[in-house]
């Protein structure tokens, strides 16, 4: 039924219409509509060309906004192959060209859909869908322009790299230097050698300490022997006071040293039996003897600490400068940064240079803001607005349609309701009339049974 028939959608098949309105129009040289580069570069940004046809003076500016979409696309697998030749060193060139040509094709997609998707618009709202589609293609730009900055200026930011890496090593040398001294010094509690502190084998720092804790005991010893020494002379003192012959006595026929000097001579033999002085001396030459060994140790093993560090040092520098050997993304960007800021005119180029490529890569959207409506715009746009009305009426006919659809099947629902109320009605009375004939044959059955008794 015409209720099944489905509705035409908005946008038309204009190259099935173009063939139904009048014969395929030939480009010069008599090749066939179609084809052709002109015709593939229009393609890429969504040119009917049955539309164009009618607009023939426009041809050749939508040929050359083609071109720009696909130049920009090649412009964009050029800088991501140097990008990848540049992020990863040693990529093989097969990988940095395939990388390319895909990011090309999606360059391509992207660009394709920005321009295609704002034909047929004029006016605000044109430039309402072209803004936010600018931006898209500003974004976009960057990660294009970035990586031909990059080989641009590739002699600057070697150079610039090659200044801060020696910088680096010189720092990090001095570092290291500084909080690994040669004479083995502790370093750990310096908050600025958190990081530059290296295990070295035979540092002079133990021996160091061992020497500070054979002086500290040969100084305690001092003081222990000084300390007995000093109450010795006090006894000797008072021993040579007491016994002095001046202050003998008379004993017997003679003079002899009174009691207080013999108490006096045995405390000084006393204190001299009980003190340790002996042992204490012995043990003081003992330390005394130990430090010189470890003051002979500390001089030959300073020596080969001092080797021992420098060699250290030296493989730390050399492990760190082959860390530097990649030169990755980031650090060319920050050296890209370093050679524009030390320069005015530098600082200039690179901000022209980012401009230029900024507005090349957006020129795909900026070429459709500033060339403004064309007369294939407008009649897209009617198309557009002609398909819609269409669309519209298409949608009214078949709310019409599937309306009288269903008057149609209510009335004959409604015919056949009556038709099965009359054929029952007929059944039924052809039933009650059967019924009452057969009670009639009944009675004249028992009225007959009756009157013959």
Do not use: W
């Given at each position: 039924m015409a209720?099944?028939?489905?509705?035409?959608p908005p946008e038309e098949d204009y190259d099935a219409w173009a063939a139904e309105t009048g014969p395929a129009r030939r480009p010069r040289g008599g090749r066939p509509a179609g084809r052709g580069p002109a015709v593939f570069l229009r393609r890429l940004i969504g040119i009917r060309e049955e539309i164009l046809d009618r607009e023939s003076a426009e041809r050749a500016r939508y040929t050359w906004y083609g071109a720009i979409v696909l130049n920009t696309a090649l412009l964009g697998g050029a800088s991501m192959a140097m990008a990848i030749g540049t992020i990863r060193e040693g990529t093989p060139a097969v990988v940095a060209i395939l990388v390319g040509v895909v990011w090309a094709w999606i360059v391509l997609a992207l660009d394709s859909w920005l321009v295609s998707s704002t034909h047929g618009y004029t006016g605000g709202r044109a430039v309402r869908m072209l803004v936010p589609r600018l931006f898209l293609s500003v974004v976009l730009g960057l990660t294009i322009a970035e990586?031909?900055?990059?080989?641009?200026?590739?002699?600057?930011?070697?150079?610039?790299?090659?200044?801060?890496?020696?910088?680096?090593?010189?720092?990090?040398?001095?570092?290291?230097?500084?909080?690994?001294?040669?004479?083995?010094?502790?370093?750990?509690?310096?908050?600025?050698?958190?990081?530059?502190?290296?295990?070295?084998?035979?540092?002079?720092?133990?021996?160091?300490?061992?020497?500070?804790?054979?002086t500290a005991a040969v100084a305690r010893l001092d003081g222990q022997i000084k300390t007995y020494n000093d109450a010795l002379d006090k006894k000797l003192t008072t021993e040579r006071y007491e016994c002095a012959e001046e202050r003998w006595i008379r004993?017997?026929?003679?003079?002899?040293?009174?009691?207080?000097?013999?108490?006096?001579?045995?405390?000084?033999?006393?204190?001299?039996?009980?003190?340790?002085?002996?042992?204490?001396?012995a043990k003081r030459?003992?330390?005394?003897?130990?430090?010189?060994?470890?003051?002979?140790?500390?001089?030959?093993?300073?020596?080969?600490?001092?080797?021992?560090v420098k060699k250290a040092i030296d493989a730390k520098v050399a492990e760190r400068q082959a860390s530097q050997q990649h030169d990755g993304l980031l650090l060319r960007a920050d050296a890209l940064s370093a050679v524009a800021w030390s320069d005015g005119f530098a600082l200039f180029v690179m901000f022209l240079l980012h401009a230029v490529l900024l507005l090349v890569d957006a020129m795909p959207v900026l070429a459709k803001l500033m060339s403004g409506p064309s007369e294939y715009d407008r009649r897209l746009g009617e198309r557009r607005e002609a398909n819609q009305r269409i669309h519209l009426e298409d949608q009214d006919v078949q709310r019409q349609v599937a309306s009288i659809d269903h008057e149609v099947r209510r009335y004959a629902a409604e015919v056949r309701a009556e038709e099965d109320k009359a054929r029952l009605g007929h059944a039924r009375y052809k039933a009650r009339a059967e019924h009452a004939r057969t009670v009639r044959e009944e009675l004249d059955a028992r009225t007959a049974r009756l009157l013959g008794e």
């Open positions: 209720a099944d028939t489905p509705v035409r990586p031909l900055l990059f080989q641009v200026f590739d002699r600057e930011i070697r150079q610039e790299m090659a200044i801060g890496r020696e910088r680096d090593l010189a720092d990090f040398r001095g570092g290291l230097t500084a909080c690994n001294p040669p004479d083995g010094k502790d370093t750990t509690n310096r908050a600025e050698c958190g990081g530059f502190h290296l295990t070295v084998k035979g540092a002079p720092a133990s021996i160091r300490a061992d020497i500070a804790d054979n004993r017997g026929n003679g003079r002899d040293t009174t009691e207080t000097c013999e108490r006096a001579r045995a405390d000084t033999t006393a204190y001299r039996r009980a003190g340790k002085i002996t042992e204490y001396e030459a003992e330390l005394v003897a130990k430090g010189d060994v470890l003051s002979g140790q500390l001089v030959a093993t300073g020596t080969d600490y001092r080797a021992d």
